[in-house]
T-cell receptor, first 116, second 111 residues
Framework: DARVTQTPRHKVTEMGQEVTMRCQPI?????VFWYRQTMMQGLELLAY????????DSGMPKDRFSAEMPDATLATLKIQPSEPRDSAVYFC??????????????FGPGTRLTVT | RKEVEQDPGPFNVPEGATVAFNCTYS??????FFWYRQDCRKEPKLLMS???SGNEDGRFTAQLNRASQYISLLIRDSKLSDSATYLC????????????FGSGTRLQVQP
């Protein structure tokens, strides 16, 4: 049963610290997404990659957030320095796009981040 | 106006009831449509895709009206286990900001 995995599942850190979240997409999927979910804002798209190339990261605060895909099996989202307002659940999702037709996305279990 | 709008609810219905959710989207270039379900403190999970001709999966029926730019989800014979938040998703694969989730409609099925 293929699934998206994310680590860590929970992270508590102090303001100013660096946070790195990792995601392993489903094998064979060519698109990876990073989302953030809070009660106030709902689910927001931060960035996404197609075939490891960044397609859109306009939802991400550029000064502190960075997203990369060093290889097809690993996507990372980094926050440096972290702030209390970054506290949220961060989801990674992967999917398949063929001939510009998007198929379903599959979400990982999320990383619950608390910045104190 | 939000790109995807949903009534947040909550919809409180008794077991066995039929309930319908609507979702409107603003961009006529939208190409793919989905309904996701999210349980409390869990990740969103795909419930069903929405096709132009409408589609049914057991007790769930999804409809798309491109002319009016809305999507609907009908749940028949509601079960307690249907209690969740239902997210409408609109996907236009034209590059930037291609993926948009609605804020969700919460359903509570009561015994």
């Amino acid at each position: 049963d293929a699934r998206v995995t994310q680590t860590p599942r929970h992270k508590v850190t102090e303001m100013g610290q660096e946070v790195t979240m990792r995601c392993q997409p489903i094998l064979g999927h060519n698109t990876v997404f990073w989302y953030r979910q809070t009660m106030m804002q709902g689910l927001e798209l931060l960035a996404y990659f197609r075939n490891r190339a960044p397609l859109d990261d306009s939802g991400m605060p550029k000064d502190r957030f960075s997203a990369e895909m060093p290889d097809a099996t690993l996507a990372t989202l980094k926050i440096q320095p972290s702030e209390p307002r970054d506290s949220a659940v961060y989801f990674c999702a992967s999917g398949l796009v063929l001939n510009r037709e998007a198929h379903e996305q599959y979400f990982g279990p999320g990383t619950r981040l608390t910045v104190t | 106006r939000k790109e995807v709008e949903q009534d947040p609810g909550p919809f409180n219905v008794p077991e066995g009831a039929t309930v319908a959710f609507n979702c409107t989207y603003s961009n006529s270039a939208s190409q793919s449509f989905f309904w996701y379900r999210q349980d409390c403190r869990k990740e969103p999970k795909l419930l069903m895709s929405v096709y132009s001709s409408g589609n049914e999966d057991g007790r769930f029926t999804a409809q798309l009206n491109r002319a009016s730019q809305y999507i609907s989800l009908l749940i028949r014979d509601s079960k307690l286990s249907d209690s969740a938040t239902y997210l409408c998703v609109v996907n236009r694969d034209t590059g930037r900001r291609a993926l948009t989730f609605g804020s969700g409609t919460r359903l509570q099925v009561q015994p």
